[in-house]
């Protein structure tokens, strides 16, 4: 028989203990999740840092992925937003479809996205006879790059973009439209700086999957240094030849992977509903 | 003459000590080997599975990622390596048993069946042209680059052959058959891989480039133990198998030359 005492508020004064085992298995996982960052980073920032940021192999994976991860990132906001505003405004037919059908990179492996993109973009693929005669080669371009990232990170981006605009206060729009803007103003003055918080953290994220892309890439982009080698595809290539370029390239991606982190947790605690 | 009841009874009883007798000796053995091995070690590790009754793992990658990850402590018992740059280095730090060589292969360059571009070495080196090769710290990658030097210094082709090579290139592969796949898939116009990665499978889509035999390279691939396998005795007897007739016989029949 277990007797119930009424809930009461938590107590001011000292907080009842968690369980030992609760907290056992917590700073196991704890320490199993930051240990190996730990040790990246101990081996990683040495005196020799700079030299080897300096060196060729590290600038051009460094360019490569900062020039395709910015043009991956337009794209998505050129592309994403109209999307993720259609989805979050009007009910058509099969939107719902459509809906499942944008998250699906998002559970798909990266490497049946870059399978896809050799079928449809590649020289014998779906759309490869045309684009040849446009004189178009997608394959081991930096646009491939551009698209294995596209594929895979546009979904994170749409889905937090979607979910701002539905967070938008309608009436705070049709105030807008009453007081004579256009469709396009009120969009531009009213709805797009509401939902600025979710884009923004809808772009981090989507920064963040696409400095991580690995597999896409290297199936459907190939891997050479200075056009489609990314950091990823340089700390695996690094990683057996010259393990200096890997530390390093690691080690940035540990500083960046946390600045990103750091920022959506900043812009979480901005909007209240999330 | 004993009835056929106990004749069968006696049979069976046979059968499972013969198959116990097997599986008393039966170990799990892990061999690390060069992708190019890929389709010859697969067939010889069932036939040295079907004669000895151990169970035979294979984990097939470019030779540099083999090293690097028995480097960093990857469990295995037998290491095979298409060249001895990879392999050397681990020998020195007492990682692994001495080599031996077991087989050579030599380069080969092909091209997709069904695309005129590229019908002899000199049309490499036409402005435009995809070629993928495999990266320098890969084997393959490595007797590409020594048959670049070999055709600029015969000066055959024009003294800056491997310039206008190198700049053709888009890709440069972690293992020798990712850049078989690209000329398998159409995606390269022509790929420098071994002569043994044209297997039948690969024969329906690409076509052989003539390589002349004087810029051609010669690899040399050693195996050998692994120091601290967990099945020194299975392992051994892998090696054995590799370098013996049988052994030897399957690897003719997936186009390797003689270790002499």
Not at chain 1, 66 to 90: E, K, N
Not at chain 2, 61 to 86: H, K
Not at chain 2, 123 to 152: C, H, N, Q, S
Request: glycine share 6%; charged share 15%.
């Amino acid at each position: 028989m277990i007797v119930r005492t009424p809930p009461t508020s938590p107590p001011l004064s000292r907080p009842a203990r968690p369980p030992v085992l609760l907290v056992a298995l917590s700073v196991l996982l704890v320490l199993f999740l930051v240990l190996p960052t730990a040790a990246l980073l101990a081996r990683g920032l040495t005196p020799t840092l700079l030299p080897t940021l300096a060196s060729p192999a590290v600038l051009d994976a460094l360019r490569v992925s900062l020039v395709t991860t910015l043009t991956t990132l337009a794209l998505t906001v050129a592309l994403g937003t109209p999307v993720a505003f259609l989805l979050a405004r009007y009910r058509f037919p099969g939107s719902t479809v459509l809906d499942t059908l944008l998250d699906l990179p998002v559970v798909l492996p990266p490497v049946v996205a870059g399978v896809g993109l050799l079928l449809t973009f590649g020289r014998t693929g779906l759309l490869g006879a045309p684009l040849e005669l446009a004189g178009i080669s997608v394959a081991f371009s930096p646009l491939a790059v551009v698209l294995a990232q596209l594929f895979t990170s546009a979904p994170f981006y749409v889905r937090a973009a979607k979910a701002g605009f539905l967070a938008v206060d309608r009436d705070v729009e049709a105030a807008a439209l009453t007081d004579g803007a256009s469709r396009w103003a009120a969009f531009w003055l009213v709805t797009w700086p509401l939902a600025f918080p979710f884009l923004l953290e809808g772009l981090v994220l989507c920064w963040a999957r696409a400095l991580g892309e690995f597999g896409a890439t290297i199936l459907f982009a190939g891997s050479l240094q200075g056009q489609t080698r990314t950091v990823t595809l340089a700390i695996y290539s690094a990683l057996e030849s010259d393990l200096a370029p890997a530390l390093v390239l690691s080690t940035v991606m540990v500083v960046v992977a946390f600045g990103l982190l750091l920022t959506v947790r900043l812009l979480a605690s901005r909007h209240p509903s999330s | 003459m004993t009835p056929p009841p106990l004749k069968s009874a006696l049979g069976a009883l046979l059968l499972c000590a013969l198959s116990v007798s097997s599986v008393a000796g039966a170990e799990r053995l892990t061999v690390f080997a060069a992708a190019s091995l890929t389709d010859a070690f697969s067939e010889l590790g069932r036939a040295f599975d079907a004669r000895t009754g151990h169970t035979t793992t294979f984990q097939f990658a470019g030779s540099q990622t083999l090293r690097t990850q028995l480097q960093n402590g990857a469990r295995a018992d037998v290491f095979a390596s298409a060249n001895s740059a990879q392999f050397t280095p681990l020998v020195q730090a007492g990682l692994i048993g001495p080599g031996q060589n077991f087989v050579r292969n030599r380069l080969t360059v092909i091209a997709p069946k069904n695309s005129p571009r590229v019908g002899t070495l000199a049309d490499l080196v036409r402005p435009g042209l995809k070629l993928v090769i495999a990266d320098a710290a890969v084997p393959a990658g490595e007797y590409t680059r020594r048959m670049l030097a070999a055709i600029d210094r015969a000066g055959t082709y024009g003294p800056d052959f491997s310039a206008l090579f190198l700049k053709n290139v888009v890709s440069q592969e972690p293992n020798v058959r990712q850049v078989a796949l690209k000329v398998q898939l159409g995606e390269a116009d022509a790929a420098v891989v071994y002569s043994t990665d044209v297997t039948p499978a690969l024969k329906e889509s690409v076509r052989v480039v003539p390589l002349p035999s004087r810029f051609n390279q010669t690899a040399a691939y050693p195996i050998g133990v692994v120091d601290r396998a967990g099945s020194p005795q299975a392992a051994r007897s892998f090696v054995q198998y590799v370098l013996s007739a049988q052994g030897q016989k399957i690897m003719r029949k997936w186009g390797f030359l003689s270790p002499q």
